[in-house]
């Protein structure tokens, strides 16, 4: 079954403007990470939090995790045309044999110049 | 670039056709995955290789069928593919108890 969901679906904001995306879990969690994907393309890395952790910094993105309630957020500071893509909250579950990294829904984010 | 390539990047087949997708890694890591990624529809976890022995096979239909035949290479061999089945397929490849997963381009697939 899916394990993240994000909020919101779609997100359209002005350049220069703060972005924040939200993403719900299920389960517990060794950590929570955060992709992009350009339009067709591969996802890319772009942060990672750790269970014990409750925020991280990286640039223009700032993540915060709330275990007790299962969530997490992605802020993007002083959006640019070229953060236009969609984002995707992701989970880690590690058990004995393997990791598997299970993903949300995404958030489609197009920033107008 | 991730250092994740996938061949090819784009490919169109009868109902009836056998292909197979490649991908390749030279990262070092021992753990690989396929995704499915439909439209409006979340990425899917469809196989999970740790040191080359499939280990999760998520209820994937028998007309997918993947090999492993080394810690670099992922194959995903089609057969009597149906249209629904027409997506993009991303490949990606993790230390076995790493963190993060990097990712091909993705085979953008359509069944006809």
């Known amino acids: 079954s899916q394990q993240g969901e994000e909020d919101p679906q779609a997100l359209s904001i002005q350049e220069g403007e703060n972005a924040t995306m939200n993403c719900s879990y299920k389960?517990?969690?060794?950590?929570l990470q955060w992709y992009r994907q350009n339009s067709g393309r591969g996802l890319v890395h772009l942060i990672l939090?750790?269970?014990?952790?409750r925020e991280k910094h990286s640039g223009r993105l700032r993540v915060t995790l709330d275990t007790s309630k299962k969530s997490s957020s992605l802020l993007i500071t002083a959006s640019r045309a070229a953060d236009t893509a969609s984002y995707f909250c992701?989970?880690?579950?590690?058990?004995?044999?393997?990791?598997?990294?299970?993903f949300g829904s995404g958030t489609r984010l197009s920033i107008r110049p | 670039e991730t250092g994740v390539t996938q061949t090819p990047r784009h490919l169109v087949m009868g109902m009836t056709n056998k292909k197979s997708l490649k991908c390749e890694q030279h990262?070092?890591?021992?753990?690989m995955y396929w995704y499915k990624q439909s439209a409006k529809k979340p990425l899917e976890l469809m196989f999970v290789?740790?040191?080359?022995?499939?280990?999760e096979n998520n209820s994937v239909p028998s007309r997918f069928s993947p090999e492993c035949p080394n810690s670099s290479h992922l194959f995903l061999h089609l057969h009597t593919l149906q249209p629904e089945d027409s997506a993009l397929y991303l490949c990606?490849?993790?230390?076995?108890?790493?963190?993060?997963?990097?990712f091909g381009q993705g085979t953008r697939l359509t069944v006809v």
């Open positions: 389960t517990s969690i060794n950590n």
């Open positions: 939090i750790r269970s014990n952790e």
């Open positions: 990262l070092g890591h021992n753990a």
């Open positions: 290789y740790s040191l080359e022995e499939r280990v």
């Open positions: 992701a989970t880690l579950i590690r058990n004995s044999s393997a990791s598997k990294i299970i």
């Open positions: 990606a490849s993790s230390q076995l108890r790493g963190t993060e997963a990097f």
